[in-house]
């Protein structure tokens, strides 16, 4: 009767980690998938960098001494450019970051491992029969049987 509750016991164990473990990482998987749905999308900074590039090839071509001012214009114009473009990364990078909301997640799938861990520290979760591993030797079971 004891043994058949101890066997209950090992397989509930199972059953708990296993659906504890793939409800946070479902919960993880879904939080970045709507993440990046709901990110930003690059046609600005596709669009800023043609325009980089334009201006550049234009001021390039311009390579009389009648033409400086205007391809000295269009260099500053093109700095410019990058210089938003720098803004905007640096704006994508901050919107994708870790937000509360991940942060949390992440702390709470640490502490539930950790829980996990301890809570099962000296319960099998699960066990391997000696027939399985019987071709490996008496050392393979040692091993399992010491942790």
Same mark, same amino acid.
């Given at each position: ?13 199972? %059953?708990?980690?296993?659906? %504890?473990?793939?409800? +946070? ?28 590039? &334009? ?14 001012? &205007?391809?000295?214009? +269009? ?9 938003? +473009? ?5 704006? &994508? ?34 066990? %391997?029969?000696?027939?399985?591993? &019987? ?10 049987? +010491?942790?």
């Amino acid at each position: 009767m004891e043994e058949t509750l101890n066997e209950r016991g090992k397989s509930f164990a199972a %059953i708990v980690v296993f659906v %504890i473990v793939f409800l +946070l990482h479902f919960v993880t998987k879904y939080l970045e998938s709507h993440k990046r749905k709901k990110g930003p999308d690059g046609n600005l900074d596709v669009e800023l960098r043609e325009q980089i590039k &334009q201006l550049l090839k234009e001021a390039s071509s311009l390579s009389q001494p009648s033409t400086f001012a &205007q391809a000295a214009k +269009l260099r500053r114009m093109a700095a410019a450019k990058e210089k938003e +473009l720098a803004k905007y990364l640096e704006m &994508q990078k901050k919107e994708m970051s870790f937000g509360s909301c991940e942060k949390l997640i992440m702390i709470s799938k640490i502490v539930s491992y950790i829980v996990l861990i301890i809570w099962f520290w000296k319960i099998p979760v699960t066990t %391997i029969s000696d027939q399985l591993v &019987q071709p490996f030797g008496s050392v393979f079971l040692r091993f399992f049987l +010491l942790v």
